[in-house]
């Protein structure tokens, strides 16, 4: 079991990995060896993700996640496939414990009768400046 938060852990065999060539320099080691990891996980079908949470890491998944619902992480960075698979593995649990964190709710605040006098007054004191600004004609 991978631990995200106290009360949350998904199990490894949810995750899938694939290990695949890596793109850029690297001399003559990166055509042979696979470093680069792609790793996936199913967020639709996970037994351990509540529905709340699920909803909140698909929303961040953002272009990571295909249709069915699955969590693609493509890591290259190192030239390792231990490290590129920690660092993918790392990438997915801070993406759900984001998810699993839950949003503050908004609490609607009103203007105080201050500010709303405040505001009105400028209002008509800018009225005020205008109507001066303007030609009038004179009147015989």
């Given at each position: 079991?991978i631990?995200i938060t106290?009360?949350l852990a998904i199990d490894?065999?949810?995750?899938?990995?694939?290990f695949?060539?890596a793109?850029?320099?690297g001399?003559?080691n990166?055509?042979?060896?696979s470093?680069a990891?792609?790793?996936?996980?199913d967020?639709?079908?996970?037994?351990n993700?509540p529905?709340?949470v699920?909803?909140?890491?698909e929303?961040?998944?953002?272009s990571?996640?295909?249709?069915d619902?699955?969590?693609?992480?493509?890591?290259?960075r190192?030239r390792?496939?231990?490290?590129?698979r920690a660092d993918?593995?790392e990438?997915?649990?801070?993406?759900?414990?984001?998810?699993a964190?839950?949003?503050k709710k908004?609490?609607p605040?009103?203007p105080?009768a201050?500010a709303?006098r405040?505001?009105?007054?400028?209002?008509?004191e800018?009225?005020?400046?205008k109507?001066?600004r303007?030609?009038?004609p004179?009147?015989?």
């Amino acid at each position: 079991m991978i631990r995200i938060t106290g009360t949350l852990a998904i199990d490894e065999s949810e995750i899938a990995e694939q290990f695949v060539r890596a793109s850029g320099p690297g001399g003559q080691n990166v055509n042979k060896v696979s470093t680069a990891v792609e790793l996936r996980f199913d967020a639709r079908r996970s037994p351990n993700l509540p529905e709340p949470v699920r909803l909140r890491l698909e929303r961040l998944a953002g272009s990571r996640l295909t249709k069915d619902g699955v969590i693609v992480l493509f890591a290259d960075r190192f030239r390792s496939q231990e490290r590129n698979r920690a660092d993918a593995l790392e990438r997915l649990v801070a993406l759900i414990r984001k998810a699993a964190e839950q949003p503050k709710k908004r609490k609607p605040t009103r203007p105080t009768a201050a500010a709303r006098r405040k505001r009105l007054t400028a209002k008509k004191e800018r009225g005020e400046i205008k109507r001066l600004r303007s030609t009038r004609p004179p009147s015989d």
